[in-house]
């Protein structure tokens, strides 16, 4: 397990002064690339296989949104691994050591170049069977309709180094589409993201809501589905 | 003079493995807010006084690009004020020492109800006279003629905790309408920015751009200009 130390940015936060859930993930896939570096096969190491990590779903459980200023931690751990994927843990607590969020993300790896999955054989890793008490990322379906729909043109800001759209970027668009209003009182209880292709720069997504009080299921289509979330947020 | 100290991480790079001209901008303002904090001036000591700190001017002069994994260190000092305005430096440096770029941001203060101007006369700021070797961030002027236009809806996850657009988001639009197979080679030798008005959730602006092999300028507009930018970057 490793802690990874953070303070909540002016640039982490939204026009509530609370930490943004898009912000909170990035801290989340950060913690896991700092735990991965250490243990060696952070990406660095998986790029001299002409490999690279994915992230194939997320789930996110929050108790309480930090502040901005607050100083918070993440632990991480690799819970287990079979052939494809290995499942990791994020628990986040405040200052005061309460718990604030809690994360499971899993990760696959794929060659840089045909961009299919490689197999985990070689994976060097110690698990640690610790669970951190929240339902493990759900497999979404597509919802029977969406009441809203929008384009979008993958732009330079979108891509990361993998040269296709960073993670966090989708669960963005989500917030973007999402009422406002509601995100002024709305605490995200819980968000689930299920990433299934690779979208990459000039390519042209459409963007799908379907959002009700306390819920909102969220896709992302080009030819064929790209990402799926969904969130629930009793008000 | 504050010494700020920060790591590349992985969101902060683009397709290229560089650091973001974005990325290099929201850690040059974090730098400021550090020491404003540090020194009694900072966001949360002027909501007491109902104020908040504003970009003004920014001018952003680059050496190097920083590159993903890389620690680097920005030294930040308030050289001068007057009634309006303040002028900060900031030295950005990398691991061994060698300065990278060199940034210089103006600031001013408005009243966060009615969003006019405040007088600084009661800021307690010892100041600094030491330049940073760039020139001052000029005032630009629209062109006479822009080449693309496109449209953009202020959406959530463009508005900051003071409520309007947050002037690296603005940064981050010049970026994306930039030619992609330049920004493969491209190193930003210069970056001015002037933020005039403030733009705000729901308004729809028109980004323009006009870019040259050499330069670019771009301009946000609503009824009145919103925000100019110029950025300079020999091949």
Redesign the interface.
């Given at each position: 397990m490793l802690t990874c130390n953070y303070k909540v940015?002016?640039?982490d936060?939204?026009?509530t002064?609370r930490m943004?859930t898009?912000a909170l993930c990035?801290y989340i896939?950060?913690s896991a690339?700092e735990d991965a570096d250490s243990r060696g096969f952070g990406?660095?190491d998986l790029g001299k296989r002409d490999a690279t990590w994915v992230l194939s779903r997320l789930a996110v459980e929050t108790e309480r949104p930090l502040a901005?200023?607050e100083s918070f931690s993440i632990a991480t751990w690799v819970e287990s691994l079979d052939r494809i994927f290995t499942t990791r843990h994020h628990e986040v607590r405040d200052s005061d050591g309460n718990v604030t969020a809690r994360a499971t993300t899993q990760w696959s790896v794929i060659n840089r170049t045909t961009r299919s999955l490689v197999s985990l054989d070689w994976l060097d890793c110690a698990t640690e069977p610790r669970q951190i008490g929240i339902e493990r990322p759900r497999k979404l379906r597509p919802a029977a309709s969406y009441s809203t729909e929008e384009s979008h043109r993958v732009?330079?800001?979108d891509?990361?180094?993998?040269?296709h759209t960073?993670t966090?970027r989708y669960i963005?668009w989500m917030?973007?589409m999402?009422d406002?209003d509601k995100?002024k009182s709305r605490i995200i209880r819980r968000l689930d993201a299920n990433f299934i292709r690779e979208s990459r720069?000039?390519q042209t997504l459409a963007l799908r809501l379907d959002e009700s009080d306390e819920d909102a299921l969220f896709a992302v289509v080009s030819d064929t589905t790209v990402m799926l979330a969904g969130i629930s947020s009793p008000f």
């Open positions: 940015h002016p640039k936060v939204d026009f002064g943004t898009v990035d896939l950060q690339g990406v660095r901005e200023h732009r330079y800001s891509i990361d180094f993998n040269g960073n966090t963005a917030f973007d999402l406002i995100l720069y000039g």
